[in-house]
């Protein structure tokens, strides 16, 4: 047996760790690993790729990005946005079709988010024996409680804000700090309130900036005189305003800017000095921490077990500290998203952090 591996999309800490479980548990079971370089595009003739054996895998557990290297977008993509479903072109499913046939892939390992997984899906649809296994920082797939680099992500702003917090005590400032999630706002409300923020603005809830700045006003009265704002990329003004860097890119809309223009405001409204920093894609790379380690090669682990078992079209699942698997068409096309009313939000709402609703 024979079986593929590929990295499609943004790059995510833990990548390396799921390449790891692949190709640990396929030695097992006297199995080839054929790592395809730069995501589908590896499948393209006359394909990119890369034997990986046990010994090609030691050390990288705890390499950021991935050794594959990764595409988003490319050839393979099979959506734009959300919901925006427009397939692979046909002959660029036969050619890499081609490239699986002539090496004789049993099973091909989709390591990816909602786009690749799409891709993926309809590569399975296609009769290819197809594994998924859930990748994004952003945290929000549906179908599974957790993906692996979530968080290493929420542990990189924590760190920017244990730092920024010392810098806002000692200048009596306003710090904001704009954190990756586009459409979820996990990474902002789990790193806000590990990090002690005194705001979170979420994609979820739309704010109001005089509630945010009457907030730090009533803060300033009862003399806590700096305050720690989080803001997620995607986070939306009431009119569903959302702040983007450029118009297009690949199809997608770059987001950007939101945490300057709410620092902007909060000085205008409350004459706080303030000040912005944008945390980028500081949050996707670097070492994985030790729970994406383990995530990531259970992840691998179970992946080669459902491809073991010929139980294609699934994608590999974490529920309830259990690794398990679902179809893919149950992760693809609905986001996880943060619940405005949960427990967490209402947790956070009880030790005063204010989301600006
Ligand atoms: O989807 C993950 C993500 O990190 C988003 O939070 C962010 O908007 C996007 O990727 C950035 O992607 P790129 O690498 O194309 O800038």
């Given amino acids: 047996m024979k079986i593929g591996i590929l990295n499609s999309g943004g790059d995510c800490p833990g990548l ?43 050390g990288i557990l705890k390499l950021g990005g991935t050794i594959l290297g990764t595409t988003n977008k490319g050839h393979f993509a099979a959506k734009v946005g959300v919901g925006e ?28 988010g909602d786009g690749s997984l799409t891709t993926g899906l309809q590569l399975y649809r296609e009769g290819w024996p197809i594994i998924g296994v859930p990748k994004t920082i952003d945290n929000d797939l549906q179908a599974t409680a957790m993906t692996f680099g979530f968080d290493s992500a929420v542990s990189t702003v924590v760190d920017g804000l244990d730092r920024l917090h ?64 989080v803001v997620a990329e995607g986070a939306r003004l009431p009119d569903g305003h959302v702040m983007s860097i450029d118009d297009n ?21 409350t004459g706080k000095e303030t000040r912005a920093c944008t945390l980028g894609h500081l949050q996707r790379g670097g070492a994985p921490t030790s729970l994406d380690r383990i995530l990531g090669v259970r992840f691998g682990v179970m992946a080669v077990k459902l491809a073991a078992e010929g139980r294609f079209g699934r994608m ?38 204010c989301f600006g609703d």
């Fill in 16 to 58: 390396n760790a799921v390449i790891h479980g692949v190709v640990g548990a396929a030695a097992e079971l006297g199995w080839e690993v054929v790592g395809f370089r730069d995501g589908f595009e590896g499948l393209l003739p006359p394909g990119d790729f890369m034997m990986l054996k046990p010994e090609d895998t030691v």
């Fill in 249 to 269: 890119c690949g199809g997608e809309v770059r987001l950007g800017g939101m945490g300057e223009y709410v620092a902007q405001q909060i000085e205008k409204l």
């Fill in 85 to 112: 479903v427009s397939g692979v072109p046909k002959e660029i499913v036969a050619k890499a079709k081609r490239t699986m046939e002539q090496m004789g892939i049993g099973a091909l390992v989709v390591v990816g």
């Fill in 316 to 353: 590999v699942s974490y529920q309830s500290y259990h690794v398990d698997s679902v179809p893919i068409e149950e992760a693809v096309d609905q986001l996880r998203l943060v619940n405005p009313t949960g427990e967490m939000v209402q947790a956070a709402r009880a030790i005063g952090i």
């Fill in 166 to 229: 010392t810098t806002a005590a000692s200048h009596k400032r306003v710090m904001v700090l704009e954190v990756m999630g586009r459409h979820a706002g996990w990474i902002a409300l789990w790193g806000g309130m590990a990090g002690g923020a005194n705001v979170v603005l979420l994609p979820e809830i739309p704010f109001d900036m005089a509630k945010v700045a009457a907030h730090i006003k009533a803060r300033e009265a009862a003399g806590c005189h700096s305050t720690l704002v």
